[in-house]
């Protein structure tokens, strides 16, 4: 043990937290901050209690990639087929699936796609991840009646938009955002506009309406 590390005890931790820490740290300061010890200063752990949970730092990683797998991708599938009564509320769906705290995890994404440029496997399975996502999307779009090369296009409207969202790290008033988000409806469907009733809906499950009063989280 080195005079850097804590000393070892009883508590080991556990997967999740040494998984969370690396999160934290990949987020935080890159790729280059996911580092054994230091994960166990921040944890206040020894090195060694790593071992009990990760073969070594390749299977932290492989296991952090797999998060953001379930936090990126899986979400945003999961939007685009939801059950929808109208188009627009289909759209709707996939939209606040963006929406920060609940959904996609946008903070995650951003992160891994700069690992990715030094990385060709987490590379290769962010292509992989950008196929399937235009594919539900594309996939959504075609149910709504659009044909194969409009389904495409405008697939690749609504995804481009909101990983640029993330890639220029866009910081903006909730209450701007959603003043835009009929139009961007209208856009990306080709002309179907939010009913009052679908925003209605829309707002309350994002708490927009609380939040706009000053109550809200």
């Not at 998984?19 to 300061?29: F, T, V």
């Not at 920060?100 to 946008?106: A, E, L, T």
């Not at 469907?189 to 939040?211: D, K, V």
Request: negative net charge.
């Amino acid at each position: 043990m080195t005079r850097h590390e804590a000393p070892e005890t009883g508590w080991r931790g556990s997967p999740e937290g040494w998984l969370e820490a690396a999160y934290e740290a990949l987020i935080e300061g890159g790729i280059d901050a996911v580092k054994i010890l230091p994960l166990a200063n921040r944890l206040k752990l020894s090195r060694t209690s790593f071992y009990w949970f990760f073969k070594d730092r390749e299977a932290l990683l492989s296991a952090l990639a797999d998060r953001w797998d379930e936090c990126t991708t899986a979400p945003l599938t999961a939007a685009a087929t939801a059950y929808a009564e109208t188009e627009a509320e289909a759209l709707l769906n996939v939209i606040g699936c963006f929406l920060p705290p609940d959904g996609f995890d946008s903070r995650l994404e951003f992160a891994v796609r700069a690992w990715a440029l030094q990385d060709a496997g987490i590379m290769a399975r962010i292509r992989q991840a950008d196929v399937a996502r235009l594919t539900a999307l594309r996939d959504m779009l075609a149910r709504w009646g659009h044909d194969p090369q409009d389904a495409d296009v405008r697939a690749r409207t609504i995804y481009l938009v909101q990983i640029g969202y993330i890639s220029m790290q866009v910081q903006e008033p909730l209450a701007d955002r959603m003043s835009r988000i009929p139009t961007y409806v209208e856009i990306y469907s080709g002309g179907c506009r939010p009913q009052p009733r679908e925003l209605a809906r829309f707002h309350a499950r994002h708490g927009y309406a609380a939040q706009a009063s000053g109550s809200g989280p």
